[in-house]
């Protein structure tokens, strides 16, 4: 299932990013000719707030997010996991509560019109709580994954495992000779 969603998100954010790039485009040269398309620019916005969702969760999933190890890069792996499962669950509870506080946004909203675009300003507020959702699938399913193969000690919940670990006085530059 994580690699069909990450397959979903990855086609998604491709796509939006795209028509992200065409919509842009097409509005800067039709402005240039004294044809602006007055719309474009509200909906650049609005799919470009989905795209932030949609790669903050891409990025949740690959463990891709930046993040200071130091004090707990020395840990054994065992209580490095059991931090950050305790992390994980005070992050999806704060998310959790985003996602129906935006919702409620997004009720309020409901009659409100997106700048000039003619579209419900939902479409805008809903992106937090489908984001917050999301979000919250990745972190649990690494989660999932990290305490599956807690014995092979590969996977932390938020941590790229498949970069060598550094000493305590490494510095991750390459040696000067």
Request: glycine share 8%; charged share 20%.
């Amino acid at each position: 299932m994580p690699g069909f969603l990450a397959r979903i998100e990855f086609v998604a954010g491709a796509i939006l990013l795209a028509v992200i790039t065409c919509l842009v485009f097409i509005a800067a040269t039709m402005r240039f000719f004294g044809y602006p398309l007055i719309w474009s620019v509200d909906l650049a916005q609005l799919l470009f707030i989905w795209l932030c969702f949609i790669g903050a969760s891409r990025a949740m999933r690959e463990r891709g997010h930046l993040g200071v190890d130091f004090l707990v890069r020395s840990m054994p792996h065992r209580y490095r996991l059991t931090l950050e499962t305790a992390l994980a669950a005070i992050f999806v509870t704060f998310l959790m509560l985003l996602a129906v506080e935006g919702y409620d946004l997004t009720m309020m909203n409901r009659e409100r019109q997106f700048g000039d675009s003619g579209l419900s300003y939902a479409y805008v507020t809903i992106a937090v709580p489908v984001g917050c959702i999301m979000l919250s699938i990745a972190i649990l399913g690494n989660l999932y994954q990290s305490w599956r193969h807690v014995r092979e000690e590969r996977y932390l919940v938020f941590v790229r495992k498949d970069q060598p670990e550094l000493s305590a006085g490494e510095t991750g530059e390459p040696e000067q000779i």
